[in-house]
């Protein structure tokens, strides 16, 4: 069936890093944009990047750009999430999402930004 596993999630200081992955599989990952959301807690779900399915294209919202990098490794099936300069307001659920006519999410994993 299909899957997509968050994992990398935590607490980290402000100023740090952390990476999360997300691997994929029951679909052809290879076919798929890929894209991570996160939810604060108490708003709603919002994009914090994506990528199409050869990496060719990547858009960030102006809250995290230059800070983080969304990539993807298609025959691993796994895209990755690369946060530096991590700051309070970056606290949240952080969900993958597949899209290519049908649309797949992740569970979520908690990224918690807290000195």
């Known amino acids: 069936q299909v899957q997509l596993v968050e994992s990398g999630g935590g607490l980290v200081q402000p100023g740090g890093s952390l990476t999360l992955s997300c691997a994929a599989s029951?679909?052809?990952?290879?076919?798929?944009?890929m894209s991570w959301y996160r939810q604060p807690p108490g708003k709603e779900r919002e994009l914090v990047a994506q990528i199409t399915s050869t990496g060719a294209a990547i858009n960030y919202p102006d809250s995290v750009k230059g800070r983080f990098t969304i990539s993807r490794d298609n025959p691993k099936s796994t895209v990755y999430l690369q946060m530096n300069s991590l700051k309070p307001e970056d606290t949240a659920v952080y969900y993958c999402?597949?899209?290519?006519?049908?649309?797949?999410w992740g569970q979520g994993t908690q990224v918690t930004v807290s000195s």
């Open positions: 999402k597949a899209t290519w006519g049908n649309t797949y």
């Open positions: 029951g679909f052809r990952f290879s076919m798929y944009a």
